[in-house]
């Protein structure tokens, strides 16, 4: 069973900082990962999508990265902001898995004045 | 596009009553998808459909829950009996090709007392 684990839970960091979410998933046949944010009360913004033929997708600051053989993706986000503030999920779909996502349980990120 | 919509956004009901969920997908997106977010259990995907018809459903909990589409542009999911243990957020999702992006709509979040 395929298990998304991301590290750590939650983050705290000074406005202007540059910093990395961990997603790490234990089955490397996938067909690709997704990266969400969820702020509270909401639902889950989609902000970038890896095949898993891609080492890696940008938009604006955002920055994620595929290393399917070592079942791990980061998320690196350039001069955090106050509103970036926000939970961060990412998700995979597993190749003969049909077109389910698996989730991960998400790193809470405060991004302070 | 508006994106995803659901109704209600908040729903309070007494134990035993039935619940209806809706959700319009994005126009033209082929594939639907009902979820569950709770604290302990994050995000669960309950059915998803493609063309209308109902794809996998083994992560519906019980028998108590149902979910149609009867058509592209509307989907419900009904749980009845509604029990305190189905408090959650339900979110519905689509997607316009396989395995392809995924986007969320805002939620209901259901809460039986």
């Known amino acids: 069973k395929q298990e998304v684990t991301q590290i750590p839970a939650a983050l705290s960091v000074p406005e202007g900082e540059n910093l990395v979410l961990n997603c790490s998933f234990t089955d490397s046949a996938i067909y690709n990962l997704q990266w969400f944010r969820q702020d509270p009360g909401k639902g889950l913004t989609s902000l970038l999508l890896?095949?898993?033929?891609?080492r890696e997708q940008t938009s604006g600051r955002l920055n994620a990265s595929l290393d399917k053989s070592s079942g791990r993706s980061t998320l690196y986000i350039a001069a955090s902001q106050p509103g970036d503030s926000a939970t961060y999920l990412c998700?995979?779909?597993?190749?003969?898995?049909?077109?389910?996502?698996?989730f991960g349980t998400g790193t809470q990120l405060k991004v302070e004045l | 596009d508006a994106g995803v919509i659901q109704s209600p956004r908040h729903e309070v009901t007494e134990m035993g009553q039935e619940v209806t969920l809706r959700c319009k997908p994005i126009s033209g997106h082929d594939y639907l998808f009902w979820y569950r977010q709770t604290m302990m259990r994050g995000l669960e995907l309950l059915i998803y459909?493609?063309?209308?018809?109902?794809?996998?459903d083994s992560g519906m909990p019980e028998d108590r829950f149902s979910a149609k589409m009867p058509n592209a542009s509307f989907s419900t999911l009904k749980i009845q009996p509604s029990e305190p243990r189905d408090s959650a957020v339900y979110f519905c999702?689509?997607?316009?090709?396989?395995?392809?992006?995924?986007?969320f709509g805002e939620g209901s979040r259901l809460t039986v007392l």
């Open positions: 998700a995979v779909r597993l190749t003969g898995g049909g077109n389910k996502l698996t």
């Open positions: 459909f493609n063309n209308n018809v109902p794809i996998d």
């Open positions: 890896i095949q898993s033929s891609q």
């Open positions: 999702a689509s997607s316009g090709e396989w395995v392809g992006e995924l986007f």
